[in-house]
T-cell receptor
């Protein structure tokens, strides 16, 4: 019941920008888009989140389309340590709590 | 059924004191996570328990932080000698599995709001 769809895998050359797309066509007006990543056998790591404006932090940039139906996570200079599964998540409010539905994500492999 | 519960819901403490935060996961969930969330920020992963495996402690910010999970169910997060920068909402989540091909749904508790004066 994930609300987002992502390609299952991508490769990126080391030092190049990695552009990870995500579709969230059923997103509601007040729902944020979150990106997390998970390196093998570790817990999820927060990357960035946004509502409608583009966002940038020390890890990545997030570009959200004007209709908010899709977004792209950009890692400007990918390194080998960026190899991980990247999850695009819409936070769902349910019965007074929040549920983060982690879909299958995109397995990014950074190649030397 | 019951969701994830956490206690206390709010905790105010003085700098230097120890605090214990409790999490009761959904019955039958093998995976349990602790996160913290500072105001306006995303979730910062702290620690992850999966079944009887050794926990992933890679997110713990310092050795003042520790957590245990007894009997594969209830978990306690302990912060020793609290500092003002420890003030945040501490969230616990559980899931039925981790890394399945269908993805993972984490169910979060309401959190504990910790304020260190």
């Amino acid at each position: 019941d994930a609300k987002t769809t992502q390609p299952p895998s991508m490769d990126c050359a080391e030092g190049r920008a990695a552009n990870l797309p995500c579709n969230h066509s059923t997103i509601s007006g007040n729902e944020y888009v979150y990106w997390y990543r998970q390196i093998h056998s570790q817990g999820p790591q927060y990357i960035i989140h946004g509502l409608k404006n583009n966002e940038t932090n020390e890890m990545a940039s997030l570009i959200i389309t004007e209709d908010r139906k899709s977004s792209t996570l950009i890692l400007p200079h990918a390194t080998l340590r960026d190899t991980a599964v990247y999850y695009c998540i819409v936070r769902v409010a349910e019965l007074g709590t929040y549920k983060y539905i982690f879909g299958t994500g995109t397995r990014l492999k950074v190649l030397a | 059924g019951a969701g994830v519960s956490q206690s206390p819901s709010n905790k105010v403490t003085e700098k230097g004191k120890d605090v214990e935060l409790r999490c009761d996961p959904i019955s039958g969930h093998t995976a349990l996570y602790w996160y913290r969330q500072s105001l306006g920020q995303g979730l910062e992963f702290l620690i992850y328990f999966q079944g009887n495996s050794a926990p992933d402690k890679s997110g713990l910010p310092s050795d003042r932080f520790s957590a245990e999970r007894t009997g594969g169910s209830v978990s306690t997060l302990t912060i020793q000698r609290t500092q003002q920068e420890d003030s945040a909402v501490y969230l616990c989540a559980s899931s039925s599995t981790m890394g399945s091909t269908r993805g993972v749904t984490q169910y979060f508790g309401p959190g504990t709001r910790l304020l260190v004066l």
